[in-house]
């Protein structure tokens, strides 16, 4: 089983950076995904860790732990359009599986 | 299209009916995944098929749910004697082959189902 956690709620200012973090516990880990859903939309993917470490992409960046069961999603010079829930996700080793175990997810508002 | 369909896009049903919603994944897309997500909830995993079989159908909350997938295409996820709690937005993904490296799902927008 998995059992992933993220915080439910945060804000942070325009022009800012935010830190999301996920802990996670679960059997036979290979990989930690994070994606982004706007209100009423479809979620896209938007970074994939399997070892650890940092992997920048842009404004975002994404680190692993797997050690200590642990990740974060950095934001930087936040934009309104940033304004969504970050899905925090991971995946278990069955051969030629790729589904996804999601966590409740955090909503982040972004303010003037 | 372009994208993964879905439909329909919106459900309204009476408790004891049942309902079926349709996906349509992306043109080459060997995997698809269904996902329930109730509101100001997380994701549910619920089944995935790699071409026509179901190798995963742990996440099925009931027996009244089932899913099909015909010609590694078009799936149904079926919904009988549906209940309130069913109520939620249900989501379909797909994903290329060989993708395990990057384990990008393709979503679609949902099925947003409401049972009165």
């Known amino acids: 089983g998995q059992n992933i956690d993220q915080p439910t709620e945060m804000t942070a200012t325009e022009g800012a950076i935010v830190q999301i973090n996920c802990t996670y516990q679960?059997?036979?880990?290979?990989?930690l995904f994070w994606y982004q859903q706007h209100a009423g939309e479809a979620p896209t993917f938007l970074s994939y860790?399997?070892?650890?470490g940092l992997e920048e992409k842009g404004r975002f960046s994404s680190f692993l732990s797997r050690s200590k069961g642990y990740s974060y999603l950095l934001l930087k010079e936040l934009q309104m359009k940033d304004s969504a829930s970050y899905l925090c996700a991971v995946r278990e080793g069955e051969t030629g599986a790729n589904n996804l175990f999601f966590g409740t997810g955090t909503r982040l508002t972004v303010i003037p | 299209g372009a994208g993964v369909s879905q439909s329909p896009s919106n459900k309204v049903t009476e408790k004891g009916k049942d309902v079926e919603l349709r996906c349509d994944p992306i043109?080459?897309?060997?995997?698809l995944y269904w996902y329930r997500q109730s509101l100001g909830q997380g994701l549910e995993f619920l089944i995935y098929?790699?071409?026509?079989?179901?190798?995963?159908k742990s996440g099925l909350p009931s027996d009244r749910f089932s899913a099909e997938r015909t010609g590694g295409s078009v799936s149904t996820l079926t919904i009988q004697r549906t209940q309130q709690e069913d109520s939620a937005v249900y989501l379909c993904?797909?994903?290329?082959?060989?993708?395990?490296?990057?384990?990008?799902?393709?979503f679609g927008e949902g099925s947003r189902l409401t049972v009165l």
């Open positions: 860790n399997v070892l650890d």
């Open positions: 679960t059997s036979g880990f290979n990989g």
């Open positions: 043109s080459g897309h060997t995997a």
């Open positions: 098929f790699q071409g026509n079989s179901a190798p995963d």
């Open positions: 993904a797909s994903s290329p082959p060989g993708s395990r490296g990057s384990g990008e799902l393709f």
